[in-house]
């Protein structure tokens, strides 16, 4: 009776596990829908289904980060915590920020409320933090501490400190892709060639990272006491991972500065 009642406790447990990475996509969601809708009423306009398409893929890309099985693999695995990290830090942000978040936020906003948030928006701290310079220095200095100094055996020891990690790189690599690729007008956004050397650039210091540890496999992360191959994997992971997750920033950049040439009246999303 004992084995059978574990037995059926188990699936309970799985499932609890799960119960909040699915209510993260369904608030997030629903509240992008009602965005939506209110954007819908006050411009009298259709809201391209592919940015919606984009936001729940975000959504989904969140909650797999912080699943039950990828939490599982992260635990002591430095290759389960680098799909972590691009779920979290790469791949969900492209996602989040081609959705388009803000300039449904503005627009779905009343009028005093939108002037407020575009006034916050151009503040010159704000300015600052999210010009791409400033964001790339901060999603690779972010990185680069992580694996190089022992906060990544901290966090995985602490997992109040695990969790604000995975908000620092969800953060940090929102406002990076958003400084480039983000779609809509920001202010004093910079000239497409400053924002393609920073992509160039900051792809290439990602790059490096990945084989710096593969490089240094025997001591790295400082204080993890990890096995060297399971390092040189996760930094293999990394290395090709990160190279998709900044193609596809690359091709946002590109697709929208040309759809910026498009007369508005011909422009289909």
Do not use: C
Request: net charge positive; glycine share 10%; charged share 10%.
């Amino acid at each position: 009776m004992g084995v059978l009642g574990h037995a059926q406790h188990e699936p309970d447990a799985a499932l609890a596990g799960w119960l909040p990475a699915v209510l993260l996509v369904f608030v997030l969601v629903v509240s992008y829908l009602l965005a939506v809708g209110r954007f819908t009423r006050r411009t009298l306009r259709g809201w391209p289904r592919a940015r919606t398409a984009a936001f729940a893929g975000g959504a989904v890309l969140i909650a797999l980060g912080v699943s039950p099985p990828v939490h599982a693999l992260a635990a002591g695995d430095l290759r389960g915590h680098v799909l972590q990290h691009l779920l979290l830090g790469m791949y969900a942000p492209v996602a989040l920020v081609l959705a388009a978040p803000m300039t449904l936020v503005l627009a779905a906003l009343p009028a005093t409320a939108a002037r407020t948030a575009t006034s916050v928006l151009r503040l010159r701290p704000v300015r600052v933090l999210t010009h791409p310079v400033s964001a790339g220095l901060m999603t690779v200095a972010g990185m680069y501490a992580l694996y190089f100094t022992p906060l990544y055996g901290l966090s995985a020891r602490d997992a109040v400190l695990a969790h604000a990690v995975h908000i620092h790189v969800l953060i940090t690599g929102s406002v990076f892709v958003w400084s480039i690729a983000g779609p809509g007008p920001a202010p004093a956004r910079p000239r497409m060639r400053l924002r393609v050397a920073v992509l160039v650039g900051v792809a290439g210091a990602h790059a490096y990272l990945a084989k710096l540890l593969y490089a240094r496999a025997d001591t790295s992360p400082p204080g993890a006491g990890l096995d060297p191959d399971q390092v040189r994997q996760a930094a293999q992971l990394m290395y090709y991972g990160g190279d998709v997750a900044e193609l596809v920033v690359a091709i946002a950049l590109f697709a929208g500065a040309a759809r910026l040439r498009v007369p508005a009246g011909n422009r289909t999303g």
